[in-house]
């Protein structure tokens, strides 16, 4: 290992090491240093980045769909966002759903084996397994299909749930709120249901630290919207685990 990988695990470490060792006192200091205001510190706080609506319902016939960005709708610049879409048929005739065109927002690169299919089966009932997508980079989407159609029905609550996970652009300015669309087709339904743009936004918020010491990786997985968890609860609920995956990841990216 060259000296200066040495160096850059030494900093990836030490940055790490420094903010567990934040968290794990500030949730505790939280509440008594808000009685003193901003003493300490001379700069104003940040303003939040103004947030859209990061999930919505839309109708067709009988056919309710929800698209929604997993988590609180904020990501960073080059990290993670996962949308989640469910199809559901609150009463009224069964409909199979045939075709899913996920379109997402211009310079998000969608991230491969993240597709996912929730369904109901005849053998084995409602289950979730991985979908390999058409992906169409020109037109911003990607777009899984069924043949048979995926049923969906208010009999025993049979829904349908399609998630994909993009990287956010490593450009992208603080306080831009992405929009999002979808399309999808439907057995005997003459023509496509299309709801582009349907005002499902992600918000894009500043890179918190850890994000930082992992230059906006994205095999790294720190601090996304991808609802696996943020990496401040990581820290919080297991410090010295934490520790070990970012060190494990430092060393090697640099061997």
């Known amino acids: 290992m060259s000296r200066n990988s040495m160096r850059r695990v030494a900093s990836v470490v030490a940055a790490t090491a420094l903010l567990a060792g934040g968290l794990a006192v500030g949730t505790a200091s939280a509440a008594g240093s808000s009685d003193f205001g901003s003493a300490g510190s001379s700069d104003a706080p940040e303003s939040p980045a103004?947030?859209?609506?990061?999930?919505?319902?839309?109708?067709?016939?009988?056919?309710?769909?929800?698209?929604?960005?997993?988590?609180?709708?904020?990501?960073?610049?080059?990290?993670?966002?996962?949308?989640?879409?469910?199809?559901?048929?609150?009463?009224g005739l069964d409909r199979g759903i045939t075709k899913i065109k996920d379109i997402h927002p211009a310079g998000f690169e969608y991230v491969e084996g993240s597709a996912s299919i929730n369904a109901w089966h005849l053998i084995g009932g409602q289950t979730k397994e991985s979908v390999t997508p058409e992906v169409n980079v020109a037109d911003n989407y990607i777009r899984v299909s069924s043949p048979t159609g995926w049923l969906v029905s208010s009999i025993d609550a049979k829904t349908l749930t399609f998630e994909a996970t993009y990287l956010v652009p490593s450009d992208a300015k603080v306080g831009e709120a992405f929009d999002s669309g979808l399309a999808f087709d439907v057995l005997f339904f003459?023509?496509?249901?299309?709801?582009?743009?349907?005002?499902?936004?992600?918000?894009?918020?500043?890179?918190?630290l850890v994000e930082g010491v992992g230059s906006g990786s994205a095999a790294l997985g720190l601090g996304s919207?991808?609802?696996?968890?943020?990496?401040?609860?990581?820290?919080?609920?297991?410090?010295?685990?934490?520790l070990g995956e970012v060190i494990g990841s430092a060393l090697k990216s640099a061997s």
Request: hydrophobic fraction near 35%.
């Open 50 to 91: 103004a947030q859209k609506p990061r999930s919505a319902t839309k109708t067709a016939d009988n056919i309710s769909v929800t698209k929604q960005v997993v988590g609180d709708g904020k990501v960073a610049p080059g990290q993670k966002v996962t949308y989640r879409t469910t199809f559901t048929v609150p009463s």
């Open 190 to 208: 003459a023509s496509t249901q299309s709801f582009n743009p349907m005002g499902v936004f992600a918000t894009v918020r500043n890179a918190n």
């Open 225 to 242: 919207s991808d609802g696996t968890g943020s990496a401040g609860s990581a820290i919080i609920e297991d410090p010295a685990g934490f």
